[in-house]
């Protein structure tokens, strides 16, 4: 009887941490989530090499990239924007934007140096939960994350 219970209090053992296994393994393919381009909005952290600044009312400046119809939008921290994009594989080119015309104390400098780097992005690449856009001599012009 003694020996019964050892055994089953050995095979109860088991069987927990093989649980606890299995959803460690599974926690980490959960953090293992491919970005793409598109799907998510990406948060600028940086601009030409300086940390952003929230935009109006501390709403944090964004591009989201669609698939339908390669379009592009986002919030310019005074603005909303919008404007067409053409990518492949690495490579990606980004379409004059097009805001809306609101004046804010907040935000508009920074705007304003955030549409002239867009239109000189050449490539790009994403690793993690960050999108690194660049110019054709590969020189970082942005930097965003997302969630």
């Not at 980004?94 to 015309?101: F, L, Q, V, Y």
């Amino acid at each position: 009887m003694n020996s019964l219970l050892k055994k089953l209090s050995l095979g109860i053992t088991a069987s927990i941490l093989c649980v606890a296994c299995q959803s460690n393994d599974i926690e980490k393919e959960q953090e293992t989530v491919v970005h793409t381009l598109t799907g998510q909005v990406w948060n600028l952290t940086t601009l030409a090499g300086v940390k952003a600044t929230l935009g109006e009312n501390n709403k944090p400046v964004s591009i989201e990239f669609l698939t339908e119809k390669n379009t592009y939008r986002g919030y310019g921290g005074c603005n909303n924007y919008s404007g067409r994009y053409e990518s492949e594989e690495h490579n990606l080119e980004i379409g004059p934007a097009r805001a809306t015309r609101m004046f804010c104390q907040k935000g508009s400098e920074q705007e304003n140096k955030l549409f002239n780097a867009l239109s000189a992005v050449d490539n790009y690449i994403i690793s993690e939960k960050t999108l690194t856009v660049s110019d054709d001599l590969n020189q970082v012009l942005a930097v965003f994350t997302t969630k």
